[in-house]
């Protein structure tokens, strides 16, 4: 995307801070054909009103430099939202004109070409989005089945989104998931595998969820069941939300449960009927 955006027929230069667009009072002077120094008597008027970190930004003067300006009394950058209050004594037409094309065409911009990339966490810097986003995947990874090779994955993805940086090579040193890892199964699935496997009648998810409490691979909370330290090496769990609304813990186990269950479970009671032939007529007699 260009740095310069064209609004009112002005050349605008894309300024970012803190993962958001800002404009200067300069720029809004531009473009708005204002006399140079409105927008800084405005910002004077009205600053008691406007809130530093969110509606503006200070930027001492060498601060300003490193951005490319320089501002010997400091910078001060607007906001989308402070500049949406700091235009409302702009009255007149060209101003309304303006001020549409300045949200959607500067402010909006890059989020309308991006819609699906997630907004950044406003005020904070990418520094303090990436130790945010560590605090969060240190907090979750002693959680029993949670993976650690994908919660590392998933926090490289978080710090790409947040800070535009590029972590492909380092997601590609993750090791690759285990083929009987990319199968998940509820218990009903693992008792129609073994049903398929051993010929047995049917192996309800109820009796799985037996042997797999006996065999201390989970254990129950409540209305839930929830994964132990050894049963972490069969599944893992995580939050679901259904149609209905209610809410819980899931474990998704691996194909590799399905011999464990099916190698503990009670030995089969009911026997299958047979066939038998017609009951013969008449009394038995001996043979002759």
Known sequence: MSNIVKINDTDLQVIEYRGQRVATLAQIDEVHARPEGTARRTFNEHKHRLVEGEDYFVRNTSEAREMGFTA????????????????????????????????????????LAAPSKPARIRGRTALEQVKLINFVGDAIKNVPGIRL?????????????????DFSDFRRALPALPLDQMVHLNPTQIGQRIEA??????VSGQAVNKVLL?????????????????????GEIHDYKAENEHSGLQIDWYESVVNVVRDNLPPETTKRKTSSS???SGPQGSAA
């Open 72 to 111: 010997p009394n400091g910078l001060i950058l607007i906001s989308e939202q402070g500049y949406t209050m700091l235009v409302k004594p702009f009255t007149d037409d060209l101003a309304w004109q303006v001020q549409r094309q300045v949200v959607t065409g500067y402010f909006r911009a890059k989020e």
């Open 149 to 165: 090779g994908r919660l590392a994955a998933a926090k490289l993805k978080a710090f790409s989104e947040q800070t535009g940086l």
């Open 197 to 202: 496997q051993t010929g047995r009648a049917k």
């Open 214 to 234: 006996a065999l201390g691979l989970q254990r129950k909370v409540e209305d839930d069941y929830v994964l132990t330290e050894a049963g972490t090496k069969y």
């Open 278 to 280: 017609p009951a013969q």
